[in-house]
C-alpha cells in the first residue's frame, strides 16, 4: 500500500536546520511521498486558516498517513480530532512533538487554546498517536506528558534536557524520529550534535 508523511510545523515554522526539515528532505530521498506545507502566517497564525490548510492537505494526500507534528501544530492536530472535516482519512500513526500549553505560549498563539482533550476523539483520528516532550521545555512548563499524555492515554518519550525539540536544544537531524517514521516503537533522543 502506498503511503505519504505530513509533516506540520509550529509557530514561527521550522527553519531548514530544523529536525522536520531534515526529516523531510531524509523521507523524499527514500523515495516517500511527503508533504510539508508552510501553514499560513507563521509568525501571526488564526486557527481557522491552520484548520483549513490541513484539511487541504488530509482531502490530497493518498494511501497509509503518517502526520508528524511539531509545537503548535500539535495543537492543530487536536482541534482536528475534535472536529473533524467529514470524508477526511484516519491517519495510521500520529507523532506529536513537544505541544505547547497555554501557560506557556506566546501572546501570538493563545487563541488556539484552549484545546479540549478528548481522548476517544484523537483515539478515532489514528490508529497510534505517540507524544514526545521534554519536562523542560519552557512552552509547556507544566510538562506535556502530565498536560497532554496523561488525558489522552498516550504513550509518552520523555527527552530529558530536550527543551522545544528544535535547533535550539540539538536536535536537527533526528534519527530516532526517521526511525519511527518507518516503524520504530519509540522515540529516543539519538539527535545528532551540529559538527
Same mark, same amino acid.
Given at each position: 500500500?502506498?503511503?505519504?508523511?505530513?509533516? +506540520?510545523?509550529?509557530?514561527? /515554522?521550522?527553519?531548514?536546520?530544523?529536525?522536520?526539515?531534515?526529516?523531510?528532505?531524509?523521507?523524499?530521498?527514500?523515495?516517500?511521498? #511527503?508533504?510539508?506545507?508552510? +501553514?499560513?502566517?507563521?509568525?501571526?497564525?488564526?486557527?481557522?486558516?491552520?484548520?483549513?490548510?490541513?484539511?487541504?492537505?488530509?482531502?490530497?494526500?493518498? /494511501?497509509?498517513?503518517? #502526520?508528524?507534528?511539531?509545537?503548535?501544530?500539535?495543537?492543530?492536530?487536536?482541534?482536528?480530532?475534535?472536529?473533524?472535516?467529514?470524508?477526511?482519512?484516519?491517519?495510521?500513526?500520529? +507523532? +506529536?512533538?513537544?505541544?505547547?500549553?497555554?501557560? /506557556?505560549?506566546?501572546?501570538?498563539?493563545?487563541?488556539?487554546?484552549?484545546?479540549?482533550?478528548?481522548?476517544?476523539?484523537?483515539?478515532?483520528?489514528?490508529?497510534?498517536?505517540?507524544?514526545? @516532550?521534554?519536562?523542560?521545555?519552557?512552552?509547556?512548563?507544566?510538562?506535556?506528558? #502530565?498536560?497532554?499524555?496523561?488525558?489522552?492515554?498516550?504513550?509518552?518519550?520523555?527527552?530529558?534536557?530536550?527543551?522545544?525539540?528544535?535547533?535550539?536544544? /540539538?536536535?536537527?537531524?533526528?534519527?530516532?524520529?526517521?526511525?519511527? @517514521?518507518?516503524?520504530?516503537?519509540?522515540?529516543?533522543?539519538?539527535?545528532?550534535?551540529?559538527?
Amino acid at each position: 500500500m502506498a503511503r505519504s508523511f505530513l509533516i +506540520l510545523h509550529g509557530y514561527e /515554522g521550522s527553519g531548514p536546520e530544523h529536525w522536520q526539515s531534515w526529516l523531510a528532505e531524509r523521507l523524499r530521498r527514500a523515495g516517500e511521498r #511527503v508533504a510539508y506545507p508552510g +501553514l499560513p502566517d507563521p509568525y501571526a497564525p488564526a486557527p481557522h486558516a491552520w484548520r483549513a490548510a490541513l484539511a487541504t492537505q488530509l482531502r490530497t494526500l493518498r /494511501g497509509e498517513l503518517t #502526520v508528524i507534528a511539531h509545537s503548535l501544530a500539535c495543537i492543530l492536530w487536536l482541534q482536528h480530532c475534535n472536529a473533524p472535516v467529514i470524508g477526511d482519512a484516519r491517519a495510521a500513526r500520529v +507523532l +506529536l512533538v513537544a505541544p505547547p500549553s497555554l501557560a /506557556g505560549a506566546p501572546r501570538p498563539i493563545r487563541r488556539f487554546f484552549p484545546v479540549a482533550l478528548e481522548r476517544e476523539r484523537v483515539a478515532a483520528a489514528a490508529a497510534d498517536t505517540r507524544l514526545v @516532550c521534554a519536562p523542560d521545555d519552557p512552552y509547556c512548563p507544566e510538562d506535556a506528558a #502530565v498536560v497532554y499524555g496523561e488525558p489522552l492515554g498516550l504513550a509518552v518519550d520523555v527527552l530529558p534536557g530536550g527543551g522545544h525539540i528544535n535547533v535550539e536544544t /540539538g536536535y536537527g537531524p533526528w534519527p530516532a524520529a526517521e526511525d519511527w @517514521c518507518y516503524g520504530a516503537s519509540a522515540i529516543t533522543s539519538s539527535r545528532i550534535a551540529p559538527g
